[in-house]
């Protein structure tokens, strides 16, 4: 209930801010930083000659210093542990892009990572530019689901220097097929992007992870969002993303459990004189079928519970773009309120709370330089026959963070 409210009351201020909005529905009111980013796209493409093969080299660098201390209290005892690193998966990211164009209808994109001391890779596709408002694709990539990890991710967009909790489930990458685009709707406009993938595995404690490759079973995962712009100048956007499939591994006793998540996303830029304000919110609901799993004490015994989760995210920046001063107009101060129940009486049960607060310096359109405040809260609701209480977490840290689109 506590992740509802956070988007209720997010949804619930926002007759404030559009209260000018409808008045002036043909203003067009965006992120400055965004018309800077469209103008570069646009750029480029003026000067692409159709009918040609193009290869273009981009990438994301990503560097910074944690900083901080956990303290966990379990029995009265109570422990600290105490970091300081120049890298970790919120400050250290290197990631060269690699785009191919082949003639005006296919784009192949493939994007290496170094980070956490090892070489994954971000996503690796190619898409076929169909007809107007119709983008089909294949390969692994991000999948459609929310708005956070297809759109507010990557270091130099994001305005915090670390990610909301809660958002790791569903994975955000995957393989698998993908159709995405977007018409007018009289005045309003709309979006969609729907795909099929191989989707997760439900491993023996009730938790899920993605299968990769390979599938687990002969099920295939659907998943979607539908987005909605209701004003001329585009300034708010609602989403609405489902995704469903079998967990199951095939032919085991799991076989037919199946995962059904929901998402319910809005974004909103105003202009209030002389800021523009930015909101973004996020509310996650993840279920499970319920299973008998095995006591990993006792090989003889099961145990149950209901295997259900809800995260969510609201996060409002003020930028004052509208003044004179040139220093002044690239800060933007950001606040952020994150909340994950996860399912009790499993072996990761927790009710966490991540407050985030940060001051960015935007030196251009993609590249900023950020310091980032953020204290999390957790308290453990495990079943303790089958896992050790955790307790009480909390953390304290602070982040310096440098992000570039190259």
Do not use: C
């Not at 799991?254 to 209030?272: G, H």
């Amino acid at each position: 209930m506590k992740s509802f409210k956070i988007f209720m009351a997010i949804a619930a201020v926002l007759p404030l801010l559009l209260s000018t909005t409808a008045a002036m529905a043909q203003q067009t009111t965006v992120d400055s930083a965004l018309l800077d980013r469209v103008s570069a796209l646009e750029q480029q493409a003026a000067e692409a000659r159709p009918g040609e093969d193009h290869l273009m080299v981009a990438g994301v660098v990503t560097m910074g210093l944690v900083t901080g201390k956990t303290t966990n209290t379990l029995g009265g005892v109570v422990t600290t542990n105490r970091t300081s690193s120049f890298g970790n998966a919120d400050t250290y990211e290197f990631s060269p892009m690699l785009l191919w164009r082949h003639g005006d209808k296919f784009l192949m994109e493939f994007e290496p990572s170094f980070n956490n001391d090892g070489l994954g890779v971000n996503w690796a596709d190619v898409s076929y530019f169909a007809a107007p408002g119709l983008i089909l694709r294949a390969g692994y990539m991000v999948i459609p689901f929310g708005i956070y990890n297809k759109r507010l991710a990557a270091g130099w967009i994001d305005k915090l220097a670390t990610d909301p909790i809660g958002l790791d489930i569903p994975n955000s990458t995957d393989y698998g097929v993908e159709a995405m685009g977007g018409f007018p709707l009289g005045n309003m406009k709309w979006s969609y992007d729907v795909g099929v993938f191989n989707g997760m595995q439900l491993l023996p404690d009730g938790e899920l992870q993605g299968v990769g490759i390979n599938d687990n079973n002969i099920n295939k995962t659907f998943s979607g969002r539908l987005g909605l712009l209701p004003f001329s100048n585009s300034s708010l956007e609602l989403g609405v993303s489902a995704l469903t499939g079998k967990v199951g591994d095939e032919g085991s006793p799991f076989a037919n459990a199946r995962a059904n998540m929901y998402a319910f996303d809005l974004s909103t830029v105003q202009k209030i004189n002389p800021f523009s304000v930015n909101i973004k919110a996020q509310y996650n609901i993840v279920n499970v079928d319920r299973q008998n799993y095995v006591n990993p004490g006792d090989s003889t015994q099961t145990y149950s519970y209901n295997n259900h989760s809800t995260s969510a995210f609201g996060v409002i920046s003020l930028r004052p773009s509208y003044v004179d001063d040139k220093v002044l107009k690239n800060m933007e101060l950001s606040f952020r309120y994150a909340d994950y129940i996860a399912p009790a009486n499993s072996a990761w049960g927790s009710n966490t709370n991540q407050v985030t607060e940060g001051l960015a310096y935007w030196m251009n359109w993609r590249t900023v330089l950020k310091l980032t405040h953020e204290t999390t809260n957790g308290n453990s609701t495990v079943n303790q026959i089958i896992a050790p209480a955790t307790g009480n977490t909390k953390t304290d840290y602070w982040f310096i963070q440098f992000s570039i689109l190259l």
